[in-house]
């Protein structure tokens, strides 16, 4: 059966929540957004397209800082409503300069940051 990004369940801006994952190490990196044609882009093009809420345009995870993201598999959950992609990440997948965007903890009542950005 061919897949069709039409057929995700996405919220009222068009927009599917998507999180990306370390193909090798299975570590969550970021959350972020994807309509339909970014997911489309993304599986022609094995390069990670987002939608960017802010700016109201695509973005290549990578195109300007170098922190590319290369699509190994593209994954659909059972309501269709999120999606995983696993990936081949260079550099830090967040722009503070993080390896992940989830660096701070809630432990104890308490926010702890967990790493400092890449050197």
Request: glycine residues 8%; charged residues 25%.
């Amino acid at each position: 059966m061919s897949f069709d990004a039409a057929t995700l369940r996405y919220n009222d801006q068009g927009l599917v929540p998507v999180i990306a994952q370390d193909h090798a190490t299975g570590e969550v990196l970021m959350m972020a957004w994807m309509n339909a044609e970014a997911v489309t882009r993304t599986l022609d093009t094995g390069r990670v397209t987002y939608w960017s809420r802010s700016r109201q345009a695509f973005w290549i995870k990578g195109e300007t800082s170098g922190n590319v993201q290369e699509l190994v598999d593209l994954r659909v959950d059972c309501d269709r409503d999120c999606v995983l992609v696993t990936v081949r990440q260079t550099g830090p997948a967040c722009h503070t300069g993080r390896r992940t965007c989830f660096y701070t903890a809630v432990r104890g009542g308490d926010e702890v940051e967990l790493m400092a950005p890449d050197a």
